[in-house]
C-alpha cells in the first residue's frame, strides 16, 4: 500500500497572514496555496524549478492594486510579487520563490476593438491566438508573432518585448503599444500613453512615484544620452530590460511604455493593454528552399533577404527528421518529396505577405529567381517547392513553431536544454558566429538542433543535456559564459529573443558599469523596495539585494535525480514534459487539452499532471515505497473530502479531471501520455484508498452488459425505475445511465442475414471461401447500446460485396485501463490478443467500429503484451485501400451536403483519418465536409460521471454545440461517445458515417 505523502515546502506565516488578509481586503480573485497549485507554477520552460509561497489569480486591475496596495504594510516587506502569464518563458522569468499573480485565468477578456482607429483593448491574459481570431473578421491583426501563439499572453508578451516570425518588416511587441495599464509598485493604477514634452513637464500626477518615475527616467536618459547610444546594440531583436533607447519616439515624445515592455514583471504588472492593429495581409506564399547542410542554409538566407522578404527562417535536419515523427508530417511531407529530397538536411521558409497581389507575386518570383542562380552552384540549394494555399503555408509554420518541442522529444536521457538558445549577432556575422558556436558544442560532444530567424541573425540552440547528472549541469555555467564571450566578440547579445529571465548577471559586460548602475536606478524609481520579480535583470542600486546568477537557482533535475532511474523510466511521460505549455491551447476548436480548456486551471491540463506526477515520484521514493514492485493490496481507507493530509488526494483531483481523451498522447510535442499516467497512478492509489463502486461498474460494465444481452429489458426496466435514477446519481455517482438495445445486435444480424460466430475457431470456417469475409468486432458501446447503428455499419459492407462475419463479443479492457485496474487490464488485454491472433491466422482482414475501443488494441495494449500481433482497422483506414479496386462496381450517390466529426482519438492518432473518410466518401461520388471541432466531452464514460457532468456539458459547448448549430447539412460521427452526447443534448441522433452510406445504398 502506498504511504501517506505529506512532505510539502512550508509556507511562510507573513504570505499566510498575507492571503487572509487579502480575502478580507475585497480581493475577488482565487487564492491558491495548496502545494499542487504550488508545484505547478514552479515551473516554466525553462531549466529551473521554484516553488512559490502562493499563487493569486485576480480578476481586475483593483484586484491587482489591492494585492500591492496590502504589501506596502510594514508587516509584508518580505512578500515579492511575479507576474506571470501563459508561463512560457524559458529562463526561468515568471519563477518566483515569493507569490506569483497569474493574469492569464480570469483577465482575458477583449474590451473594445475599434476598427475605424485601428486599435483594441485586451486584458493582459488574452492570449495571442484568441485576439487574433477575434479579430480576424475585422481584416486586421496583432501583428507581432511567437512560436507559442497559442498559449503566450499579451501581457507576458509586452513584458518580454516578443517577436518572431515577420519582425524584419512587423518589429517588436513594443512597436504596437499605444497605451499601458499598469499598477505600479506601491498599488497606484496608471494608464501610460506617450507624452510630448509640453505634456511631460507639466506632468504633476499628485502622486509621488509618478512624479518620481517620470523625472527621474528623463533625467537619466537625457544626461546619458551620448553613451546609451554608444553601447545599446543596434540590432533589430532586443531588448528586455530596460530599452532606455527608445524611451523618446522619433518624433520626440517621451514613452514610458518603452520601458515597461521588456521589463519582464519588474517595474510594474499590466493590466491592461491598447494595442494597435495591422490589416492583414490578403496575401501569402511561401517558398521551401532545401539545401544540403545548415552552413549552405544560412549563407544562402544572408543572399535570399536582398529580395526582402517578410520572413526567413532556417530549420536543420534535425528538427526536421523529428518532424518526419510528428502529426505535422502528414501535412507537410508533399514538400519533401521531389527526387534527391533525401539529401536535404536544411531548409529556409520564407514568406511573402501583403495585400498588393502583384508585389508579393513579383518578390515571389525574384526569390525564385534567385534560388534558380543557386542550383548546382557551391553551396547549392537542392530544389525548393512553393506553397501558395492558407493551410499548406501554416502547416509549414507550425513545423517551424514546433521546433523546440520536437527536439525535446529526442530519445535518450540527454534532452534538449534551453540556456543559450535565443543568440543574435548582426545576419552578417551569423554564419561565421554558428560555426565557432558549434565549435563550443562538439567540443563537449554535444548533440543539438539548430533553427532561427536568420534574417535578423537569430539562432536557437538547445544542446542536448541530463540535468540530473551533475557533470551535465556544471556544463550550463561553462557553456553559457563562452557563448556570452562569443556573442560579445560578434556585437550580439546572449538573451535576443526570449528574454534575460536568470541571466541578468550578464548584463554589465553588455552595457558597462554606468549603464549598468542607471538600469539599477530605473529599478529603484520604480520599485524602490525590490517588491517586484526580484532576482531578475536588475536590482535598485540603493538596495542591498543582488540578481540571481544563473546557477544559484534551483533546478528541476535536482529534483528530478531524487527519482530512481528505473521509476523514471516507467513513467516517462512525466519526466519528459518540458513545460513547453502547447497543451495550453486555448482553441476552442482544437483537441488539446478540454479539462485545460474548461477549467482553465493548469493543474487540470497534460503539464499540471505530468509536473504532480513527479513531484508523486519523488515523494513516494523518499518513502522508500518501491514503485516497481508488485502491490495487489486493496485499498480500505475511504477518500478524504479535503486534500490536505495526503499529497496523493491532490494528484488524484488533477487525474480525476482528465477525460482519458488522449489529444496529448499525440498532441504534445513530447507525447506525454497522461491517460497512461493516470491509469498508473490510480492502480496505485487504490492500494491505499477505497475504490468508489462506479469505478468497478464501469470497469466491468462491458462484462455485466454482455451477460445482460441475454434479457435487455429486464435490465432496461430495472434503470427506468424512479428511484434507480436518484440512486445512481447521489450515490454510485454515475448520470444517464445508457440503455441496452432491445432487440440485440445478434437478434438484428439474424434477422439482416448476418453471421454471428458463436466462438473463434479456424477449423469451423477451414472449408469456406472466405475471399470476401472481413471479420466486424462487436464493442460494447456501439453493439450493446446502439445496435442498430452497429448491424447497419455492419450491413454497409455486406452491400459492397462483402461477407461481414460478426466475432464473438470479445473484452476489450478500455474501462479497466481508464481506471486503473492494470492487473485485469493485462488479463483482458492477453486474452483479446489470444483471440484476435486466432482470428488473423484466417488471414482476413478484422475491423472495429468504434475508434476509442479500436485503438486501444494498438495503444493501451501495447506495453502490456509480449507479441504485437494484434491488427485490428478502424472502417476507413481498410477500406481506402480496398475502395479504388471496387471502383466500378460502386453505386454512385447524391446527398445534401455532409458534414463529418470525428473522434479526438482518431483524429489525434491517426491524422490521415479525416482524409481518408473524405476518400471512401468520394468514392461513392460524395462530398465530406471535414469540420473542426474540440472534444464532444463524453469521453467514454466520463460524462457519464456524477462528479463530471458539469464539466462534460461545458466541454460539449464550448465547440460542439455551435457546430452542429451552425449547421443545415447531414452531420455524421464516428464516436459512439460523441453520437451520445449529441443525443443528451440536442435530442437527435446522428449517424456513424458507414450506417449514413449504407442508409443512401438502400
Ligand atoms: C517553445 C517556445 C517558443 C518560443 N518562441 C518565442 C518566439 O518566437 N518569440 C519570442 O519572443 N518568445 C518566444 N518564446 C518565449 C516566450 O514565449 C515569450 O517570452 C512570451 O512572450 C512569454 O509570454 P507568457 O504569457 O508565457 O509570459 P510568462 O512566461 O508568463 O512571463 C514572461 C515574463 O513576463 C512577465 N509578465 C507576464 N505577464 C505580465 C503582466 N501582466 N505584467 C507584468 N509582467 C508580466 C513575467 O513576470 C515574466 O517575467 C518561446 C517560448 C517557448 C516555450
Ligand atoms: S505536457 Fe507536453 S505540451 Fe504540455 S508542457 Fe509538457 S511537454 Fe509541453
Ligand atoms: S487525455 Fe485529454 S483531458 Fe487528459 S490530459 Fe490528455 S488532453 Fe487533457
Given at each position: 500500500m502506498i504511504p501517506q505523502l505529506t512532505e510539502k515546502e512550508a509556507l511562510s506565516p507573513v504570505v499566510l497572514a498575507f492571503v487572509d488578509a487579502l480575502t478580507s481586503r475585497g480581493f475577488t480573485g482565487d487564492v491558491e496555496t495548496h502545494y499542487g497549485g504550488r508545484i505547478i507554477a514552479a515551473t516554466d520552460n525553462s531549466i529551473y524549478q521554484v516553488t512559490p509561497q502562493a499563487v493569486l489569480f485576480p480578476r481586475s486591475q483593483a484586484d491587482v492594486q489591492c494585492i500591492l496596495q496590502l504589501a506596502t504594510h510594514e508587516e509584508f516587506a518580505d512578500v515579492t510579487f511575479t507576474a506571470r502569464g501563459g508561463g512560457t518563458g524559458t529562463n526561468g522569468q515568471s519563477l518566483t520563490e515569493g507569490v506569483v499573480v497569474d493574469l492569464s485565468r480570469h483577465m482575458n477578456r477583449i474590451v473594445e476593438v475599434n476598427e475605424a482607429e485601428g486599435w483594441a483593448w485586451v486584458e493582459p491574459g488574452v492570449v495571442l491566438d484568441q485576439l487574433n481570431a477575434h479579430l480576424k473578421p475585422h481584416g486586421v491583426f496583432f501583428a507581432p508573432e511567437l512560436a507559442p501563439s497559442n498559449r503566450a499572453t499579451i501581457g507576458g508578451m509586452v513584458s518580454t518585448d516578443a517577436s518572431g516570425k515577420g519582425s524584419r518588416i512587423y518589429g517588436k511587441t513594443s512597436n504596437h503599444i499605444l497605451a499601458l495599464d499598469v499598477v505600479f509598485s506601491d498599488g497606484l493604477a496608471w494608464q501610460s500613453v506617450p507624452l510630448d514634452a509640453s505634456a511631460l513637464h507639466e506632468l504633476k500626477s499628485g502622486e509621488a512615484l509618478v512624479n518620481q518615475i517620470y523625472q527621474g527616467v528623463d533625467r537619466i536618459i537625457t544626461s546619458k544620452h551620448e553613451l546609451i547610444t554608444q553601447r545599446f546594440?543596434?540590432?533589430?531583436?532586443?531588448?528586455?530590460?530596460?530599452?532606455?533607447?527608445?524611451?523618446?519616439?522619433?518624433?520626440?515624445?517621451?514613452?514610458?511604455?518603452?520601458?515597461?515592455?521588456?521589463?519582464?514583471?519588474?517595474?510594474?504588472?499590466?493590466?491592461?493593454?491598447?494595442?494597435?492593429?495591422?490589416?492583414?495581409?490578403t496575401i501569402k506564399r511561401l517558398i521551401v528552399a532545401k539545401y544540403v547542410s545548415f552552413d549552405d542554409s544560412l549563407r544562402a538566407a544572408t543572399i535570399l533577404v536582398q529580395a526582402n522578404p517578410a520572413a526567413i527562417e532556417t530549420v536543420d535536419d534535425t528538427i526536421v527528421t523529428l518532424a518526419r515523427q510528428d502529426v505535422v508530417w502528414d501535412r507537410v511531407g508533399k514538400f519533401f518529396?521531389?527526387?534527391?529530397?533525401?539529401?536535404?538536411?536544411?531548409?529556409?521558409?520564407?514568406?511573402?505577405?501583403?495585400?498588393?497581389?502583384?508585389?508579393?507575386?513579383?518578390?515571389?518570383?525574384?526569390?525564385?529567381?534567385?534560388?534558380?542562380?543557386?542550383?548546382?552552384?557551391?553551396?547549392?540549394?537542392?530544389?525548393?517547392?512553393?506553397?501558395?494555399?492558407?493551410?499548406?503555408?501554416?502547416?509549414?509554420?507550425?513545423?517551424?513553431?514546433?521546433?523546440?518541442?520536437?527536439?525535446?522529444?529526442?530519445?535518450?536521457?540527454?534532452?534538449?536544454?534551453?540556456?543559450?538558445?535565443?543568440?543574435?549577432?548582426?545576419?552578417?556575422?551569423?554564419?561565421?558566429?554558428?560555426?565557432?558556436?558549434?565549435?563550443?558544442?562538439?567540443?563537449?560532444?554535444?548533440?543539438?538542433?539548430?533553427?532561427?530567424?536568420?534574417?535578423?541573425?537569430?539562432?536557437?540552440?538547445?544542446?542536448?543535456?541530463?540535468?540530473?547528472?551533475?557533470?551535465?549541469?556544471?556544463?550550463?555555467?561553462?557553456?553559457?559564459?563562452?557563448?556570452?564571450?562569443?556573442?560579445?566578440?560578434?556585437?550580439?547579445v546572449i538573451w535576443g529573443e526570449h528574454g534575460k529571465g536568470l541571466r541578468g548577471e550578464y548584463m554589465p559586460e553588455f552595457f558597462g558599469q554606468e549603464l549598468y548602475d542607471d538600469l539599477r536606478r530605473i529599478k529603484g524609481l520604480f520599485d524602490p523596495t525590490n517588491k517586484l520579480n526580484p532576482g531578475k535583470l536588475v536590482t535598485p542600486i540603493d538596495h542591498p539585494a543582488f540578481v540571481k546568477k544563473l546557477d544559484e537557482v534551483p533546478l528541476r533535475g535536482h529534483r528530478d535525480r531524487q527519482i530512481p532511474e528505473a521509476v523514471r523510466e516507467a513513467f516517462p511521460g512525466s519526466m519528459h514534459c518540458n513545460g513547453n505549455g502547447a497543451c495550453f491551447n486555448v482553441d476552442l476548436d482544437a483537441v488539446m487539452c478540454p479539462s485545460y480548456k474548461f477549467t482553465r486551471d493548469r493543474r487540470h491540463s497534460p503539464k499540471g499532471r505530468?509536473?504532480?506526477?513527479?513531484?508523486?515520484?519523488?515523494?513516494?521514493?523518499?518513502?522508500?515505497?518501491?514503485?516497481?514492485?508488485?502491490?495487489?493490496?486493496?485499498?480500505?481507507?475511504?477518500?478524504?473530502?479535503?486534500?490536505?493530509?495526503?499529497?496523493?488526494?491532490?494528484?488524484?483531483?488533477?487525474?480525476?479531471?482528465?477525460?482519458?481523451?488522449?489529444?496529448?498522447?499525440?498532441?504534445?510535442?513530447?507525447?506525454?501520455?497522461?491517460?497512461?499516467?493516470?491509469?498508473?497512478?490510480?492502480?496505485?492509489?487504490?492500494?491505499?484508498?477505497?475504490?468508489?463502486?462506479?469505478?468497478?461498474?464501469?470497469?466491468?460494465?462491458?462484462?455485466?452488459?454482455?451477460?445482460?444481452?441475454?434479457?435487455?429489458?429486464?435490465?432496461?426496466?430495472?434503470?427506468?425505475?424512479?428511484f434507480v435514477k436518484p440512486l445512481m446519481r447521489e450515490w454510485v455517482g454515475l448520470v444517464d445511465m445508457p440503455k441496452l438495445s432491445s432487440p440485440t445486435y445478434?437478434?438484428?444480424?439474424?434477422?439482416?442475414?448476418?453471421?454471428?460466430?458463436?466462438?473463434?475457431?479456424?477449423?469451423?470456417?477451414?472449408?469456406?471461401?472466405?475471399?470476401?469475409?472481413?471479420?466486424?468486432?462487436?464493442?460494447?458501446?456501439?453493439?450493446?447500446?446502439?445496435?442498430?447503428?452497429?448491424?447497419?455499419?455492419?450491413?454497409?459492407?455486406?452491400?459492397?460485396?462483402?461477407?461481414?462475419?460478426?466475432?464473438?463479443?470479445?473484452?476489450n479492457g478500455k474501462g479497466q485501463h481508464v481506471k486503473g485496474f492494470l492487473h485485469d487490464f493485462q488479463r483482458t488485454a492477453r486474452h483479446a490478443a489470444q483471440q484476435l491472433a486466432k482470428l488473423a491466422s484466417m488471414g482476413r482482414p478484422i475491423i472495429g467500429i468504434d475508434p476509442a475501443i479500436t485503438l486501444t488494441y494498438r495503444e493501451e495494449y501495447r506495453p502490456y503484451l509480449d507479441r504485437q500481433d494484434v491488427e485490428v482497422w478502424l472502417p476507413q483506414e481498410w477500406l481506402v485501400n480496398v475502395l479504388p479496386h471496387l471502383a466500378a462496381s460502386l453505386t454512385q450517390l447524391t446527398s445534401p451536403a455532409i458534414a463529418f466529426m470525428g473522434h479526438c482519438g482518431e483524429k489525434t492518432s491517426i491524422q490521415a483519418s479525416g482524409r481518408q473518410w473524405q476518400a471512401v466518401f468520394q468514392a461513392f461520388g460524395l462530398q465530406l465536409e471535414i469540420v473542426q471541432a474540440g472534444c464532444c466531452g463524453m469521453a467514454g464514460a466520463f460524462g457519464h460521471e456524477t462528479a463530471h457532468y458539469d464539466e462534460s456539458k461545458g466541454i460539449y459547448e464550448q465547440s460542439w454545440?455551435?457546430?452542429?448549430?451552425?449547421?443545415?447539412?447531414?452531420?455524421?460521427?464516428?464516436?459512439?461517445?460523441?453520437?451520445?452526447?449529441?443525443?443528451?443534448?440536442?435530442?437527435?441522433a446522428i449517424a456513424h458515417p458507414l450506417q449514413f452510406l449504407s442508409r443512401l445504398l438502400g
Open positions: 546594440p543596434k540590432l533589430s531583436r532586443f531588448l528586455t530590460g530596460y530599452n532606455l533607447a527608445h524611451v523618446y519616439t522619433e518624433d520626440g515624445r517621451f514613452n514610458l511604455n518603452a520601458l515597461i515592455a521588456g521589463s519582464e514583471g519588474t517595474l510594474a504588472v499590466v493590466t491592461g493593454i491598447k494595442v494597435k492593429l495591422t490589416p492583414l495581409p518529396s521531389q527526387p534527391g529530397d533525401d539529401r536535404v538536411k536544411s531548409i529556409n521558409l520564407i514568406e511573402f505577405a501583403g495585400t498588393d497581389a502583384d508585389l508579393v507575386n513579383a518578390g515571389t518570383q525574384a526569390l525564385c529567381d534567385q534560388l534558380d542562380a543557386l542550383l548546382g552552384h557551391e553551396h547549392e540549394a537542392v530544389g525548393y517547392q512553393l506553397a501558395t494555399t492558407d493551410a499548406d503555408i501554416a502547416a509549414l509554420w507550425e513545423l517551424r513553431a514546433k521546433g523546440v518541442g520536437l527536439l525535446g522529444n529526442a530519445k535518450g536521457n540527454r534532452r534538449p536544454i534551453p540556456f543559450v538558445e535565443d543568440t543574435v549577432v548582426p545576419p552578417e556575422h551569423l554564419a561565421a558566429f554558428i560555426q565557432e558556436f558549434r565549435q563550443v558544442l562538439d567540443g563537449y560532444s554535444l548533440e543539438y538542433g539548430m533553427f532561427g530567424h536568420v534574417d535578423v541573425g537569430c539562432l536557437h540552440v538547445r544542446p542536448a543535456l541530463d540535468l540530473r547528472d551533475e557533470a551535465d549541469e556544471t556544463l550550463i555555467r561553462v557553456i553559457s559564459d563562452q557563448v556570452k564571450d562569443l556573442v560579445l566578440k560578434y556585437g550580439g505530468a509536473g504532480m506526477m513527479r513531484e508523486w515520484l519523488r515523494q513516494l521514493s523518499h518513502t522508500g515505497y518501491d514503485l516497481q514492485a508488485e502491490d495487489e493490496s486493496r485499498g480500505r481507507l475511504p477518500i478524504p473530502e479535503s486534500t490536505d493530509s495526503d499529497f496523493s488526494l491532490e494528484v488524484y483531483e488533477a487525474m480525476d479531471g482528465c477525460l482519458s481523451c488522449k489529444a496529448c498522447t499525440s498532441m504534445c510535442p513530447i507525447k506525454v501520455d497522461i491517460p497512461d499516467l493516470k491509469s498508473k497512478f490510480l492502480n496505485r492509489l487504490y492500494t491505499r484508498y477505497r475504490r468508489p463502486l462506479k469505478d468497478t461498474l464501469i470497469a466491468f460494465g462491458e462484462r455485466t452488459h454482455h451477460r445482460l444481452l441475454a434479457a435487455p429489458f429486464l435490465y432496461n426496466a430495472g434503470v427506468k425505475l424512479p445478434t437478434a438484428l444480424l439474424d434477422k439482416a442475414g448476418i453471421q454471428v460466430l458463436q466462438q473463434i475457431e479456424p477449423s469451423s470456417l477451414q472449408h469456406r471461401d472466405l475471399s470476401h469475409t472481413i471479420f466486424i468486432l462487436p464493442d460494447a458501446i456501439t453493439a450493446f447500446y446502439e445496435a442498430g447503428t452497429f448491424v447497419e455499419c455492419v450491413t454497409f459492407f455486406k452491400k459492397i460485396g462483402f461477407e461481414p462475419i460478426v466475432t464473438p463479443f470479445i473484452e454545440k455551435f457546430k452542429l448549430a451552425d449547421s443545415d447539412r447531414a452531420i455524421v460521427a464516428t464516436g459512439a461517445s460523441c453520437r451520445s452526447q449529441v443525443q443528451r443534448f440536442e435530442g437527435g
